[in-house]
């Protein structure tokens, strides 16, 4: 069964805490993505991957970087926490060749920052 | 700006009815349309897609309508069920490039026994 996996399912970090989210997948999907989702706003796209050591930004990067050292892993890094950076996290991965099929999505990371 | 647009957050239907779930774009270079499916505490799932030279897809109870012309598309479910519960995103895709799927509101739909 192939997987997207991120690290945790719940964090709760402090204000102005440097924070790392994983996420692996086991499909040797070229790219790669971080989502955030809030209510009435949907999904919106933070930053994408599509090959190793690249990295794009997506609509809304303020306040976050990535890194992608290894092909199945894409990792999100809150610098400096902020409140409003309280959210569902969720990390996808997908073929370059199946757009068409959309995304495989992880199961989520809720962050509570405080 | 907001590409892909959902404007009812939230719809409830009897058991047994049609679900009708819609959803706008405004940029006509989208090649792919998709339909996710999120229960609380998991990661959307893809459910159906169509593609912009189509204007049908069905998949059992699910059929997605595409409109061109009005930029328009819809999920049916019929008949509804409880287990199909959830919060449904509509999602638009280019073909070319970085593949970058962009996602509207969502639309929570509720189904009633």
């Known amino acids: 069964d192939v997987k997207v996996t991120q690290s945790s399912r719940y964090l709760v970090k402090r204000t102005g805490e440097k924070v790392f989210l994983e996420c692996v997948q086991d499909?040797?999907?070229?790219?790669m993505f971080w989502y955030r989702q809030d209510p009435g706003l949907g999904l919106r796209l933070i930053y994408f991957s599509y090959d190793v050591k690249m990295k794009e930004k997506g609509d809304i990067p303020e306040g976050y970087s990535v890194s992608r050292e290894k092909k199945e892993r894409f990792s999100l890094i809150l610098e400096s926490a902020s409140t409003n950076q309280t959210s569902m996290y969720l990390c996808?991965?997908?073929?370059?060749?199946?757009?068409?099929?959309?995304?495989?999505f992880g199961s989520g990371t809720r962050l509570t920052v405080v | 700006d907001q590409q892909v647009k959902q404007n009812s957050p939230s719809l409830s239907v009897q058991e047994g009815r049609i679900s009708i779930l819609n959803c706008d774009y405004t940029n006509s270079m989208f090649d792919y349309f998709l339909w996710y499916k999120k229960y609380p505490a998991e990661g959307p799932t893809f459910l159906i897609s169509?593609?912009?030279?189509?204007d049908k897809n069905e998949d059992g109870r699910f059929t997605v309508f595409l409109n061109k012309s009005a930029k328009h598309l819809s999920l049916h479910i019929v008949p509804s069920q409880p287990g199909d519960s959830a919060v449904y995103f509509c999602?638009?895709?280019?073909?070319?490039?970085?593949?970058?799927?962009?996602f509207g509101q969502g639309t929570r739909l509720t189904i009633n026994p």
């Open positions: 999602a638009a895709i280019r073909d070319q490039g970085a593949q970058k799927l962009v």
């Open positions: 169509i593609s912009s030279i189509k």
């Open positions: 996808a991965s997908s073929s370059g060749t199946t757009g068409y099929y959309g995304y495989t």
């Open positions: 499909m040797d999907h070229e790219n």
